[in-house]
């Protein structure tokens, strides 16, 4: 593997995982193993993994928190269609900027609902929601796209929950 870049070795990241699932071991957490996998060839150490419920102001105070230690930070979960997946809205209230609809990420989602023959109702829809300004990253395996978003210096990468939605952006 090629030599990671300066700028990275030595840096620390830290993820916060989003899920009632999570939290009452209904569903096993495997993020943390694949993002540290992913990120030490890059010279980059997981220095911390916090899991919080579905819930938007944990959500904002776990990422906040992150942000006070660490330059780069992640945030898993989420993005989804239903009710409790309150993600993005949290990042966007740490963040102070508004919600988007990114044009691509809605249609890759029609076409998406469509070769599954589905309709793109409001709620699945919702999952082309993007924090203004994103770097959107497309999801090959899944609905939602994840984000980037820079503030003040730090970034915060934001990903889908399921596992393999997760590891699919995590490796392109």
Do not use: W
Not at 33 to 52: F, H, K, M
Not at 139 to 155: D, H
């Amino acid at each position: 593997a090629p030599e990671a870049p300066a700028r990275l070795r030595g840096m620390n990241a830290e993820l916060v995982t989003t899920g009632a699932e999570l939290l009452s071991g209904r569903s096993v957490n495997t993020h943390a193993q694949r993002l540290a996998q992913a990120l030490e060839p890059l010279g980059i150490a997981l220095a911390r993994d916090t899991t919080v419920p579905d819930d938007r102001a944990a959500i904002a105070d776990a990422v906040r928190s992150a942000l006070t230690r660490v330059e780069l930070a992640f945030v898993s979960g989420g993005l989804g269609p239903t009710c409790d997946d309150v993600t993005r809205e949290a990042v966007a209230d740490v963040v102070g900027r508004p919600i988007v609809r990114d044009a691509a990420a809605l249609a890759a989602l029609r076409v998406r609902y469509e070769r599954m023959g589905r309709t793109l109702t409001d709620s699945r829809a919702r999952q082309a929601d993007v924090i203004e300004g994103a770097t959107v990253l497309s999801n090959s395996v899944g609905a939602a796209p994840g984000q980037i978003v820079v503030s003040e210096g730090r970034k915060l990468v934001i990903l889908p929950g399921p596992p393999r939605e997760f590891e699919a952006i995590v490796s392109e």
